[in-house]
């Protein structure tokens, strides 16, 4: 018989499956860390599947997305997660980084952000390349971000 010791890598950044109160959910890992009894912990970015969505942002438009493969980053909060709830890593594609999506793959094309818990709007993440733009003034440099809100 032969046996295998499988290791994976998780980096910043990787889309991860895992489970939460008995469901099975996506993210994005945002930092790897260690507290102080030496256990890993890791901050992710949660990743939103059409029911998920606050009602403000549900539609049939972005129904029938979510039925081809669409999901969606949600900005805040990143809550904490122990290493033994990682199911495994997934592959979600953000549009701004892939021109081309295979037809049965999850992609991002939005971002969810909340104010003050009260007030939710999207971003598309296509746009959070081309709208950042500095402006060097003397001895300064200001970012200028541009958002759509509706």
């Not at 996506?26 to 890993?40: E, F, P, Q, T």
């Not at 709007?121 to 001895?139: A, G, K, R, W």
């Amino acid at each position: 018989m032969y046996y295998f010791n499988i290791t994976v890598i998780y980096r910043s950044g990787d889309f991860i499956c895992y489970h939460d109160d008995g469901h099975q959910k996506l993210g994005r890992l945002r930092a790897i860390l260690k507290n102080n009894d030496g256990d890993y912990q890791l901050r992710i970015q949660k990743i939103l599947n059409y029911n998920d969505l606050p009602g403000n942002l549900k539609g049939s438009s972005r129904q029938c997305h979510s039925l081809a493969g669409e999901v969606w980053l949600q900005n805040e909060p990143f809550p904490i997660i122990m290493t033994s709830q990682i199911l495994g890593k997934v592959t979600i594609m953000m549009t701004f980084q892939h021109q081309n999506i295979p037809e049965d793959s999850l992609w991002i094309t939005e971002i969810i952000y909340k104010c003050n818990d009260h007030c939710t709007f999207v971003m598309q993440s296509i746009h959070i390349n081309t709208h950042l733009i500095t402006f060097p003034l003397v001895t300064h440099q200001h970012l200028c971000l541009f958002i759509n809100c509706f």
